[in-house]
Structures are given as C-alpha cells and as structure tokens.
C-alpha cells in the first residue's frame, strides 16, 4: 500500500466547538509585544542613525568648505585668481589661487604633434610575419594573419588598448598615430613584418614650445603647467599674445558664500532634528540631544570669536562682512568683503587662516576656518563616529534578542496549539460518551 505524506492540517475546534485557532493567535499575541517593540525599537534607531549620518555629511562638506579658506603652507593661496588672455585664439590660460598676480608676454613657437606614420600606398601583409609597434618604452607585437588585409590588421591593433598607437588605412595606406603628442610619443617600428610596409614619417613627434617673458619652455602636450607657479597654459596656435593674472574678488567672494551656505545648511538642519515644536506637538528625531547641541555651541562660539593676535577692525567675520541673525544664521555682505580685501588683500587668510604654529591642535590665535576644521576633524572622527558605530552595535543586539525570542515564541506556539488540540479532543470524547448515556437511558 503506497503512503502518503504531507503537511499537517489542523481543524480549529472540530470536537469542542471553540475555535482555538484564535485563542492560540490571541495569546501569541500578546507574548509577541517583546518583539514587536524591540523592533519598533530598531525603526527609532536606524531612523536616529540615518539623521545623524546626514549631519555629519553636512559637517563634511562645512569643513571641505572651511579648509579652501586657509593653507597649510603659510602662504597667501585663498584668494581667488583669473588669467586673462589678449588673443584667446593663440593661447587659453587658468590659474589658481597659488599664482601670482601680474602679466606675462607669451609666445607659442609650436603646437605639441602626434607622430604618425604611414605605409607605401598597396602594401601587402605576409602572413607569419610580425610587427612590433613602440611607443614610449612600451612595446606590443602583432601577428599577421592568413587573409589579413590592411583594414583587418589595423582592426587588430586597435583592439589591443595597451598599443601606444592607433591604426588605420587612410588612400589604401596603412597608418599609425601615436596616442600621445610630443617627441616621447615617438612611434617605433620593429619585427619581421617592418619592411615590407616602408614606413615613413608622415608628421614629426613635436613638443610644444613656448616663451614665457623671454623664457623658453616646452611640453609634451598642448597644455603647459606651472611654467608660472599655479597657471595653465594651452597652445592653440603659433603667435603672441599677453596674459593678465590677478585676484578674481566675484571667485573669491563666493568661496567664502559657499562657507557660510555650508554653515547655514547644517546649523538650520541641527536646529530641526533636535526642538520640539509646540505647535505641531512634533519632535526632532534627535530632540534635546547633547552632542548636538553641544556641536551648535561650540561652532557659534567660534564663529564669533576673536582672532587673536590680529589687529583691531581684521579680528573678526563681522570685520569682512559675516554677521549673525537672529536665528543663528550667517549672512554675507558681499560689498563690505569686497571692500575688505581691496584694503588687505591678505585680510582674509588672517580672518580665516591665521595659524598659532600648532598643527597638533587648535587655539584662539588660529583663524575662524582652521579652527572650525579642527573642531569638525575632532566630532567627525569621534564622537559622531562613536554615535554611528553604538547604532550599528545596538541595531546588532536587538535583532539577535528578536531571533532568540522568535526561537521561543516558536516552540511556546507548538505547545499551545498541542495543548488546545488535546483540549479539544477531551471535551469531544466527553461529549461523545454524554450522548451514549443519553441514548441509554432513552432506551430504559
């Protein structure tokens, strides 16, 4: 006889009338509520970690904006430079902060060139034999192939990205360019296969080449750096033509704007995640918290500190233009720091910059944007680090709590649904034999 096998079907209050399914889900229920608040408990908390996680990304970007506001090497390289060229069709120029303000005659002697090569017109390709191609100190070979034409090698070269130089058949002639300007990317012919091709020099490996106020230069592309401290050149074509370096106030002034919009973005964020509104009877998801709290203090103390050590009137934000509302937040007057540094150009690497000589830790004699970086430095890396890693841990415990409680509720359930189903088959059998006795006594 062949035997059947399945899941278990149970009939709730078959014998008894009671439906037990529902009392064993009520009880259950309620030996739940554990689990079900500790996983309330996890919502809360990833929630906490996720608000957390976004201030200190703010906190990030205030201290990324701090540090365009001061140097490390000591030097005047916060305010902002542009170059202006006199024949933009010659020369393109940038500069950075680090350049220095004044005017260069710029002649470009030459364009930096790709050296290429090419085949006599209706070169054949013997199979078995190779060609090396070079270039810069780097070499990879190629076989010819049964069937090859020029078009099918040439293919073959430029799928191999490691090749210094790109192929292809220009009037029935095979032709390699080289990857890189300049006389180091110099094409190199070798192997068995060279000869036949009789390569030639159709355009020279050539460097750019400058004069820069009499001194010559030269690179091997188009774009020259740092021929002049913190500016980029790059060649168009062969003339002469001036370039104007000097401070860009509109760049400057919207360096220290994306400081104070960085500022206000975290300070506004702060404030919301840690009140409690009476009016809408809402609380921050961090309401009251002392690390947060503690992180707006300490960030409006600096903020309105004095530098020590500068001179009265170029000590202070409010000095070049930063104010404080009412609500806590900065304001920038753009005309005032204007103003400012066309008295001092260098007003705002003191303001913002000004160093005690310590790197090791902050005092009242660095400027407002090494001390905001130091005191970001300091929470980012401790005590949010320390909040972010605790939520990660507890998130941890209460999830290993909830699958050994589901472990138990598990076997709690088996013994209710047992103890009911034996209830069940009790009250069915008693009832059974109540009916026998019945009919007994009927009969007599």
Partial sequence: ???????????????????????????????????????????????????????????????????????????????????????????????????SAGSYNVTVNALAQNHTMASTPGATLTAGTSLGITVGGNTQTFAVEAGDTLQTFADRV???????????????????????TGQSGAIGLGGTAAAGLGMTTTQAAQDASLTVNGVAVTSSTNEVANAVNGVTFTAKAVGTTKVDVATDDSATVKKVQDFVDAYNALQSNMARVTSYDAATKNSGALQGDPLFRGLQDSLRSVLGSVVQGLPDGANTLFNIGIDTSRGGQLTLDAGKLTAALKSDPNVLDKVFGASDGDNAASSAADGIARRIDAMAKQYSSGAIAD????????????????????????????????????????????????AEMAARLGQS
């Fill in 1 to 99: 006889m062949a035997t059947i096998s399945g899941p278990a079907i149970s009939f709730s209050g078959v014998g008894s009338g009671i439906d037990t399914a529902s009392m064993v889900k009520a009880l259950m229920d309620l030996e739940r509520m554990p689990v079900t608040n500790l996983q309330n408990k996890i919502k809360t908390v990833n929630t906490e970690k996720g608000v957390v996680q976004e201030l200190n990304t703010q906190l990030g970007t205030l201290r990324t904006k701090a540090q365009a506001l001061f140097s490390d090497a000591g030097t005047a390289t916060t305010l902002a430079k542009k170059a202006t060229v006199g024949t933009d069709t010659v020369l393109g120029a940038s500069a950075t902060a680090a350049a």
């Fill in 158 to 180: 430029n799928a191999d990205s490691s090749a210094g130089a790109q192929a292809s058949v220009i009037n029935n002639q095979l032709v390699f360019i080289s990857k890189s």
């Fill in 387 to 434: 909040r972010i890693t605790g939520y990660g841990t507890s998130v941890r415990d209460m999830n290993d709590k909830i699958a050994r409680l589901n472990d138990t509720l598990a076997m709690r359930e088996q013994r209710l649904k047992a103890q009911f189903s034996a209830m069940d088959s009790a009250i069915a059998a008693m009832r059974n034999q109540q």
